[in-house]
């Protein structure tokens, strides 16, 4: 497994921007898929965005175009910029690893877990 550290959440308004960012330690990391989840009070985790070690990326549909997602295999780390934040985007993140991960969107398929940062966007 690989230990994973997350930082940058906070509070912002309504189409405003932040930048998670995910330390990783362990395991060789570009290995991995990286991947970002996020989990509002009350309802299941849901998958964000992910970034394989090839650099081919994934994202939800409702963050297309105003989330992206990069990682640095020199750096081990993994990050996530949100811009046009709404919202419904207000979360907890999380920033997960997977050495062998089949659904990319499925967090079951994620073997270690940060443990989290909250995201709070007022409108």
């Known amino acids: 497994q690989v230990q994973l550290v997350e930082s940058g959440g906070g509070l912002v308004q309504a189409g405003g921007s932040l930048r998670l960012s995910c330390a990783a330690s362990?395991?060789?990391?570009?290995?991995?898929?990286m991947g970002w989840f996020r989990q509002a009070p009350g309802k299941e985790r849901e998958f964000v965005a992910a970034?394989?070690?090839?650099?081919?990326?994934y994202y939800r549909e409702s963050v297309k175009g105003r989330f992206t997602i990069s990682r640095d295999n020199a750096k081990n780390t993994v990050s996530l910029q949100m811009n046009s934040l709404k919202p419904e985007d207000t979360a907890a993140y999380f920033c997960?690893?997977?050495?062998?991960?089949?659904?990319?969107?499925?967090?079951?398929?994620?073997?270690?877990w940060g443990q989290g940062t909250q995201v709070t966007v007022s409108s």
């Open positions: 362990g395991r060789p990391f570009s290995v991995y898929v």
């Open positions: 970034a394989a070690w090839s650099g081919e990326t």
């Open positions: 997960a690893a997977g050495a062998t991960v089949r659904v990319v969107t499925d967090p079951s398929s994620y073997d270690s």
